[in-house]
């Protein structure tokens, strides 16, 4: 019998707050785009072109460091603003090594920490009682 492992993750195109789900309190650790608004005045500079293959790529790897983190779990959460967790959730459906994850997609304000944390601890105390 395999143990649960949750994940909540709130996110948007710049951060994502990595929260495992636990008894104890959950601690928050960050993984960051490396497309910050710096670059891409940088690479506007230069040329329209190059500033969007560049966010590509960017992008590209910011969501490959995520899909590393979420393939250690079984139950994830993707939460916050904006459409960067449906993108997210999209590259990792295209991918069979994340096919016996359920991960689920749910729109989130801008919050807290602590309010982060209180989110993933809600969502997973439910989704125990549906198992």
């Known amino acids: 019998m395999t143990t649960e492992k949750g994940l909540g993750i709130w996110m948007d195109h710049q951060n994502a707050h990595i929260m495992e789900f636990t008894v104890d309190p959950i601690k928050t650790t960050t993984v960051e785009s490396k497309f910050t608004h710096q670059e891409k005045e940088n690479a506007l500079g230069r040329s329209e072109k190059l500033m969007h293959n560049k966010e590509q790529g960017e992008e590209a790897d910011y969501y490959k460091a995520l899909g590393e ?6 139950d994830v959460v993707l939460f916050g603003p904006t459409d960067a967790k449906v993108e ?9 090594r994340f096919a016996d994850i359920v991960i ?5 304000d801008k919050l807290t920490e602590n309010q982060q944390h209180s989110f993933v601890r809600d969502y997973f105390s439910k989704r125990l009682f549906l198992i």
Request: no cysteine.
């Open 69 to 74: 983190i979420i393939r250690n779990y079984n």
């Open 104 to 108: 689920e997609v749910i729109p989130a």
């Open 88 to 96: 997210l959730l999209n590259i990792l459906r295209k991918d069979h």
